[in-house]
Structures are given as C-alpha cells and as structure tokens.
C-alpha cells in the first residue's frame, strides 16, 4: 500500500531538539510543547509517566521552532501534538496543514481563553486543564490509527506464472509474509532467552520500564492472545514491525510470533465444532484513492493480510467504523470487508483461526482473530446504495489446492536460496534491493550463528549484498572469509564451493578484471562438472559466465562456445518464455554482432526481444536494450 509523505515548507530553525530514533514500537508519538516544561519537578514527571503509559515515544519542546524542527524530520509516524495555549495560538498555523499531524490538544490553566480560537481548527481534539481526559482520547486515536494502517497486500488475477526476472513485480511485503510465516514455525529457542533478548531491545525503543517489568515476569502466566491484545506495546510494536518490514523487530518478535500462532492453532483445534462449515465474518477499513484503486484491480486476484487479522461476526461494528473513519478524513474510501470461511476448504494449521474473547484483554468485542498473512480471492467489489463513498468487497478465503497462490508460493520458495528460512529470508531482501535492512539482518544473524557453516553462509549473502551495491572490494573481503571457513571442513570439490567461485568471478568481472574473473569462473565450471549431471541448470550459470568473460576480452570464438553451451541446457529444462532464454539469445546476437557476422547477430537478438516481451514488464531496461541494438544492427546491414 502506498503511503503519503509530506515535509512542510516552514524553514526549519535551529534549536536544541532531539532527533527521532532510529526506531520506533509504535506508528505514532507525541510532541509535548510548553515553554515551562522541566522533566526534573514531580509535577512534569507524572505528566510523562501518565503519557507513556499510552504512547511511548513523548518528545519535549520548549518552543514552537524546536517543534516544527521535529516534525521536518519524521516522515513514518504519525504525530500527537499537546500544546500550551500561549504557545498553541501560534504554532497551531504552522503545523495544522502537515500530513505528520494527525490530532492537536491544547493543555492549559484557561480553558476559557483558548476555546474560541481552538473551535477554528479541525485537528484540534479540545481544550484541556488536566491530562487525564487527554490520556483517554489518545488512547482511542491511536488505537484507530493503527487500524488504519493495516498492511495489505494485493497480487492481480492475471499474475499467475511467474519467473526470477519477473519475481520482482510481487509487493515485497508479500514475498515477506511468505517467507516469515514460514520461518516463525520453524523458531525452537530458548523462549526465556528470547523474551530476556527482546526485553533489553525494548529498552533501546523506549518502551515503558514497569510494562517492560511485567512483560518479563508475567509473560508465561497470560496468553499471547491477552498480551496481543491488551493496551501494552506488543501489538503496536509487530504491527509496525509487519508493516514497516523492520528485520531486526521482526527476529526479536518471533518467540512471540510463534507461540501466538501456535495459540490460535491450539484453540481452533478446541473450538472447531462451534464454527459452521462455512460462515461469514466482517472488517472495516479506510483506503486512499489510490489504494482503493490498487484493491478495484486485484479483482479476481489475491489479497494478503500481512498481520494478524481481527474480524467480527458483527457486521455493525466493521461498518460502524468505517464510517467513523470516513467521517474523520473527508477523502478516504469506506470498505466493508466481508470474507466467506470455507474451513474444510483451507489448512487450519497453516491459517488458524480462533474466537478469543475468553482469552482478551477486551472480552467484549467478538473478536475471530485470524493469523498473520491471511490471503483472499476478491470476489467482488460494489458500491453501497445509501453511501458513493463506502464500498461491499466480497473476499473468500483461498483453499489449500488454490493453483495462482501455490505458483506464487512455490516460486517465492524456489527463486530464494538459502540453507534455513531466515538465510531465505536475507536472500529475498537483497533481490528486491533492500540493502539496509539486508545488512541489518545478515548482521543480526552473524551474532547468532550457530557454527561456522552458519558463518560462513552468512559472510557469503553479506558479499553478495556488497556486490549489489557496487562495494565490490568489500564483496571480496567477505567472499574470502566464507571461502577460508568453507575449505576447512569441505573437501576441494564440494558443491557450496562453486558458487562462491563463481561470484568472486562475478566481482572481478564487474571490476573489468576479467583475466582474474576467469580463473574462478573455471574453478566454479571444474567443480559443478564434477558434482552435477551433464545438462543441470546450474552449469548453464558457469557456462555464461564464461562466455561473458571471454567476451569482455575479446575472444569471441571462446565466448560464442560457451553461450552456446548455456543455450542448449536452458533450451531443454526452460520454458519457451523464460527471460533467461532470451539473456542467452541475446547473448550469441552480441558476439555476432562482434564478429561483423550481422544477419544472425539480428536473428538472436530478435529472438530475445520476443521473450523478453512476453516475459517482462514493458518498462524493463533488457527490452529497451534489445530494441536499441536491433536498431544499430539494422543499420550496418
């Protein structure tokens, strides 16, 4: 889903205000704005005491510059603003338009004065002489707020093959889901390990010292579903970690991930013949236009809920908030969600699903929780009578046999390499070139390696993500260490050798190295011609890269050979369609094209084109690239 930003035009002042962390548990935080603020008296003290109990981030600011400085410099979080009256006159116009700003509150000694122009201002919530009732309207916003940000994801009704090249045209909080899902049920740690680990990086966020306290001592005596769903900062903080794709959150959360999988599994298992064979069940959400749009053209396709999903069996409550929250945002869209459970139809183990009001810290809200990513068929989109903007969208849950969601998924599993699932996991985040948050994890993972094969798959995903970012001296600094852990234990010929060969070739063949990058590029060849059958796919990789050695060196009869080898394998186990075809078509066209030879350089590079159209998004460089050498060939014919 797309998500606006805004930065104000309002200078940004100097001042001594400090800067957003890094990272945050929840989507939201408060901006406290007084000029007689004093975090040293009683007084202000149990003011933030009172206001981190709701929201765990409060920043203070002295004067309406260091606020507006503070907001300049947010762009993922929602802000509350709490102002003085004297200093809220004047602040109020500045920051009233910026999209950060979600709900302004004037907190005073006056009620009286500052009423009058307070009322002008839609985001103002009120005026107020005690914290109290601002405590208790913040906690209803946010919890609304966060329902508004539930991450979705949507995959069309006509994607339904799928390849390496084209992978990358999924959402990847979609591809995240899958393969988190996958690896939360693989987690077997030390739960009192892990809670006393995310504990400590808890403290880092900011979080509250006596929920923190709580949490530790009282985690075994209350069940996930009560922690998830109590006003503490679990659910805030996996919420945000699912939506924001924040890797490091995402590993401490998944001793709890997993146990409230393993709950919702255990009490579908208890509760199985109090649902109906099938039955209906509601949510209420607010989209965007252009979200909206997104959902009107997944029609017939899939959509994914990448959190846990709360639904009702009370239809009144998703519509009541659907509208509330149009009423809130005069451009939002209204969606009554109305999703139809086939449960003989779907694996409960794989998608568990439970009543858990007997189990909540809100018992009365009929809630049926359902585990994180969810995926739907839309069935059907319509608008209702009485209201143009609040829409019906029918979904039905996907069975266990769905032919586009099994495609997905397996193709998800077999373009991501990796040993274990997080390794996958790392994999799948430097293809979709999410690099920070790859070295975040693969770093994350190191700490917790459980031995040097462990180390050394890890130090390999690290080069490969430096070789992504054109780092390629540091791509073979960790190349080497996993190469130097790997010859140790492995004899010279093992088959994890040869793709580390391979891609310290690839390295120095992007460092127009190619003498150097032909060396391992025969080390790799030598030992899959050992290890693989004659026509394995994987030859096909050493094979071309061979050849682009060769051609990058001028020796276009050794390079014509060894694309030619690669051709001929891809022709027999590829798809007439596949994109890495057409790199081989295309290939022999350039060599061709080398050799002044230009009738078949034109003949192959047509051939490519023709894949790559069908095989690719209009807008993929290989396309363009193929039309422009057709051109340049054409013209020396």
């Not at 053209?297 to 009702?312: E, R, V, Y």
């Not at 266990?400 to 193709?411: G, K, R």
Request: proline share 4%; hydrophobic share 35%; aromatic share 10%.
């Amino acid at each position: 889903m797309s998500e606006q930003k805004f930065k104000s035009t309002v200078p940004k002042p100097s001042g001594d205000v400090v800067r957003p962390r890094r990272r945050v548990a929840q989507n939201y935080l408060v901006i406290w704005v007084d000029s007689n603020i004093d975090p040293k008296t009683d007084d202000c003290k149990s003011t933030l005491e009172k206001l981190r109990a709701v929201v765990h981030d409060v920043q203070l600011c002295t004067t309406s510059e260091q606020c507006v400085e503070f907001l300049n410099e947010i762009d993922d979080q929602k802000a509350f603003i709490i102002s003085s009256g004297a200093l809220g006159q004047h602040l109020v116009g500045n920051v009233h338009e910026m999209s950060q700003v979600e709900a302004i509150y004037i907190f005073c000694g006056n009620k009286a004065r500052h009423k009058q122009w307070a009322n002008e201002w839609p985001k103002i919530r009120g005026v107020f002489t005690s914290i109290k009732p601002i405590c208790e309207s913040l906690k209803e916003v946010a919890r609304e707020y966060d329902q508004d940000m539930i991450p979705m994801s949507s995959v069309a009704k006509e994607k339904t093959t799928w390849s390496e090249e084209n992978l990358n045209q999924l959402e990847p909080t979609y591809m995240y889901s899958v393969l988190f899902k996958e690896i939360l049920l693989e987690i077997d740690g030390d739960d009192t390990k892990s809670i006393n680990t995310f504990v400590t990086y808890c403290r880092m966020q900011n979080i509250p010292e006596a929920q923190l306290n709580e949490f530790q001592k009282n985690y075994h005596q209350k069940t996930p579903v009560w922690w998830y769903t109590s006003e503490m900062f679990l659910n805030d903080m996996l919420d945000r970690a699912l939506r924001t794709l924040d890797m490091e959150a995402m590993t401490k959360l998944g001793f709890f991930i997993r146990d409230l999988h393993l709950q919702l599994e255990q009490l579908h298992k208890e509760q199985s013949n109090e649902f109906d064979k099938q039955f209906i069940v509601y949510r209420g959400e607010v989209f965007t236009e252009q979200d909206f749009q997104h959902l009107i053209d997944a029609k017939g396709g899939l959509l994914s809920f990448n959190i846990f999903l709360d639904t009702s069996k009370d239809q009144k409550m998703a519509m009541k908030f659907a509208e509330w929250a149009m009423k809130k945002n005069e451009d939002a869209i209204g969606v009554i969600f109305i999703m139809t459970i086939d449960q003989y139809k779907m694996s409960t183990k794989t998608i568990p699903f439970a009543m858990i009001d007997d189990y909540s810290a809100f018992p009365s809200e009929h809630t049926i929780l359902f585990t994180m990513h969810t995926v739907f068929r839309v069935c059907g989109i319509k608008q209702t009578a009485n209201n143009s903007r609040l829409w019906e969208v029918q979904l039905t849950i996907t069975e266990d046999n769905d032919p586009q969601l099994a495609t997905l998924t397996n193709c998800i599993k077999n373009e991501i390499e990796g040993a274990t699932g997080w390794h996958r996991l790392g994999h799948l985040m430097i293809k979709v070139g999410h690099f920070n948050q790859a070295e975040e994890f693969c770093n994350e993972l190191l700490k917790n390696a459980s031995d040097d094969s462990d180390r050394a798959n890890i130090y390999h995903m690290l080069g490969m993500l430096k070789y992504h970012q054109g780092k390629y001296q540091e791509a073979v600094a960790f190349y080497e260490k996993s190469l130097k852990i790997k010859r140790k234990t492995l004899p010279d010929d093992d088959i994890s050798l040869a793709s580390t060969y391979s891609n310290i070739g690839q390295v120095y063949n992007n460092m127009a190295d190619c003498s150097k990058a032909l060396v391992f590029y025969e080390k790799s060849l030598k030992i899959r011609e050992i290890s693989l059958p004659p026509n394995h796919p994987d030859l096909t990789t050493s094979y071309n890269n061979i050849g682009q050695a060769y051609h990058n060196m001028g020796n276009h009869s050794k390079a014509l050979e060894f694309f030619e080898k690669s051709l001929k394998i891809r022709e027999i186990f590829l798809p007439p369609n596949h994109p890495d075809l057409g790199q081989s078509y295309n290939n022999i066209g350039q060599v061709y094209n080398k050799m002044n030879e230009y009738s078949k350089a034109l003949s192959y590079i047509d051939k490519a084109l023709a894949i790559w159209q069908k095989s690719l998004p209009p807008t993929h460089p290989n396309i363009k690239g193929a039309m422009n050498s057709i051109e340049h060939v054409k013209k020396k014919l």
